[in-house]
């Protein structure tokens, strides 16, 4: 008796995103932000902003303001970035909408140090699509870059952190992927962050390299729609 013999596949893939500068180009909105929160504080706006850029916010406040209280401080910036969310101008990274969208449903998730309702609030501005698994701020007691907010994705996904990939732009985000034991490309700089298992100066550079990654076809180019 002959047995016909069929190729099993292999491990599906996955893609994990950071959201802040790598989807979506909110520089301007947190040097903003962080400056009105410092005004409000008798504090150096660029002082203040060149904190926050490497800490999370309750280490930010332990810096700039060890005497306030960080319930106080932490109730503020959540003020003004609710506000940012109804009003702040913003936009996605060039190729952000194509390759989201060229993704296969269930292969990929949304890992932020933000909260969701912001997320979905300016992903609806932007036009970019939500994905069934979003990990946020409120979901880990254990923030990037500890590996907690990544493997919790990975769990939420069916997947084994072996098979991810994490896109990044910051080193605590790098570094966060880079514990859960996945893969972790750069984009959106000049230079490669540490660590970094390859590196992309932008977005729209990484997007067919990603889709190789979980087997999908490339993005069509918007510009060959007329």
Same mark, same amino acid.
Request: net charge negative; charged share 25%; hydrophobic share 45%.
């Given at each position: ?41 008798? =504090? ?166 990603? =889709? ?15």
């Amino acid at each position: 008796m002959i047995t016909e013999l069929t190729a099993r596949p292999g491990p599906k893939k996955y893609v994990l995103f950071d959201v802040d500068g790598t989807l979506i180009d909110a520089v301007d909105n947190q040097r903003r932000m962080w400056g009105e929160w410092a005004r409000r504080h008798g =504090l150096d706006p660029e002082e203040v902003h060149r904190v926050a850029l490497r800490t999370r916010p309750v280490e930010t406040f332990a810096e700039v303001a060890p005497e306030r209280d960080p319930a106080e401080c932490l109730a503020l910036l959540h003020e003004l970035e609710d506000e940012d969310v109804r009003s702040g101008v913003y936009a996605a990274f060039d190729g952000a909408a194509g390759l989201l969208e060229a993704l296969p449903p269930g292969s990929w998730a949304l890992v932020t140090s933000n909260y969701e309702h912001r997320v979905r609030g300016r992903f609806a501005r932007t036009g970019l699509p939500v994905p069934e698994v979003v990990v946020d701020a409120a979901a880990v007691a254990e923030g990037k870059p500890s590996p907690v907010p990544y493997l919790l994705a990975a769990a939420r996904l069916g997947a084994e952190p072996g098979d991810c990939l994490v896109i990044e732009d910051a080193p605590s985000g790098v570094l966060s992927g880079l514990r859960a034991g996945m893969t972790v490309w750069g984009v959106n700089a000049p230079v490669a962050v540490e660590g970094v298992h390859r590196h992309f100066a932008s977005l729209g550079e990484a997007a067919d390299a990603v =889709l190789a990654f979980v087997g999908a076809p490339s993005a069509p180019d918007p510009a060959s729609k007329g």
